[in-house]
């Protein structure tokens, strides 16, 4: 499967942007799609998964700030990500799992090429 993240940019604090990943060429919705992001220096960290039955998996320190959201009918993920801070900067990927969502890296087979997000303070 082919994923195509979009929607960064730069960002003023406090904005509300949303984020796409489209996935092509393998049976969406067998997929957890995931969100990682990773910060200049910094490891990749999970942000939000969501599976094909439908569940989601949030970071703790990101549930509340950050919902995910999918359309299997257009095979489209969606981080809408509110209230942002200048620590919110990385790049953001999509990832999909055919063995579910889980936080780890590791547990995701295909990647995106990642979108950046800049919030300015």
């Known amino acids: 499967v082919q994923l195509q993240a979009s929607g960064g940019g730069l960002v003023q604090a406090g904005g509300s942007p949303r984020l796409s990943c489209a996935a092509s060429?393998?049976?969406?919705?067998?997929?957890?799609i995931g969100w990682f992001r990773q910060a200049p220096g910094k490891e990749r960290e999970f942000v939000a998964a969501?599976?094909?039955?439908?569940?989601?998996l949030y970071s703790d320190s990101m549930k509340g700030r950050f919902t995910i959201f999918r359309d299997n009918t257009k095979n489209m993920v969606y981080l809408q990500m509110n209230s942002l801070k200048p620590e919110d900067t990385a790049v953001y990927y999509c990832?999909?799992?055919?063995?579910?969502?889980?936080?780890?890296?590791?547990?995701?087979?295909?990647w995106g090429q990642g979108t950046l997000v800049t919030v300015s303070s």
């Open positions: 060429g393998g049976t969406f919705s067998r997929y957890c």
């Open positions: 969501f599976s094909g039955s439908a569940s989601t």
């Open positions: 990832a999909a799992s055919r063995s579910g969502c889980y936080h780890s890296t590791s547990a995701y087979d295909y």
